[in-house]
């Protein structure tokens, strides 16, 4: 059986078509800016879209807290300054969606911040499929004057976690927590801490129910807490008042019972006088 041979001309058209289809695939995941849709104006809301559904949404208010060198007056020594993050509701969105990984790429003032989260899937004890973020990384260039001011040998910078394993949250559902949950990133300017801290968040980067739909919440301990916190004192001032209540009501019954008995005088000398 004779084999095939290509000529230039068909092989150059079989490796544009090629290109052209993983293009195609490559345009069918999009990210989607729905901040305008939140009440809340910290909150931002993004999503990424894969064939026209959505495979990853993100619903969160970010702060991130960066340490940064500025020369001394005198000249000579180093102090550090911090520089304060929100993330803005007006950022660009790019992002990946997998059957056991995905990411999301949150961007600003042109690239020069970019925050990555990236989710895993994987099953745990007894069979149990759960989805994390596995890591969190943030790249800015100290050389942006507007958060950073006078700053050392500006540049660019990255800072990522370290074997992350975070908000983990059963398969099909979607992670809700109203209560900060903070990240400390290790950075290539000299190792420094930077801190990113997450609040109002629901997130989901696996099995939406739905387009632009989240699946069950699956509320994180601290909010559990709080909440229990917040009731408690009204569990047990109902409990005390109830503990009153029966106390007066078994008070009040004793009286009445008290009151219907016939009365014997204390003095019984004069009955042996009749």
């Not at 992350?164 to 949250?169: F, I, K």
């Not at 059963?170 to 290539?188: D, E, K």
């Not at 019972?257 to 042996?272: C, V």
């Amino acid at each position: 059986m004779g084999r095939r041979v290509f000529s230039t001309t068909e092989s150059t058209r079989l490796l544009l078509l090629g290109v052209l289809a993983l293009s195609v695939v490559l345009a069918e995941q999009e990210g989607e800016n729905l901040s305008g849709l939140s009440e809340n104006p910290d909150r931002a809301i993004f999503a990424v879209r894969e064939n026209s559904t959505t495979c990853l949404m993100v619903e969160f208010a970010v702060k991130i807290l960066v340490p940064y060198d500025v020369l001394a007056l005198n000249g000579i020594d180093l102090i550090t300054e911090q520089a304060y993050f929100t993330l803005p509701r007006s950022a660009d969105i790019e992002g990946k969606c997998g059957a056991t990984e995905s990411e999301i790429h949150i961007s600003w003032k042109n690239g020069a911040y970019l925050l990555r989260i990236y989710f895993s899937k994987e099953f745990r004890d007894k069979g149990t499929e759960v989805w994390k973020i596995s890591k969190v990384q943030f790249v800015y260039d100290t050389s942006e004057t507007s958060h950073f001011i006078n700053a050392y040998n500006p540049g660019k910078h990255t800072a990522s976690t370290h074997r992350l394993s975070a908000l983990v949250t059963p398969a099909g559902r979607s992670y809700v927590c109203a209560a900060q949950q903070s990240f400390t990133l290790i950075s290539s300017d000299h190792q420094k801490g930077i801190s990113v801290s997450m609040y109002d968040i629901q997130l989901q980067p696996f099995d939406m129910a739905s387009d632009f739909m989240f699946g069950e919440p699956y509320k994180c301990i601290m909010d559990q807490r709080e909440r229990l916190e917040e009731t408690l004192p009204l569990i047990l001032g109902l409990i005390l008042g109830l503990i009153i209540i029966i106390t007066l009501t078994i008070y009040h019954f004793h009286l009445k019972l008290t009151a219907n008995q016939p009365q014997l005088p204390r003095d019984r000398s004069m009955y042996k006088n009749m």
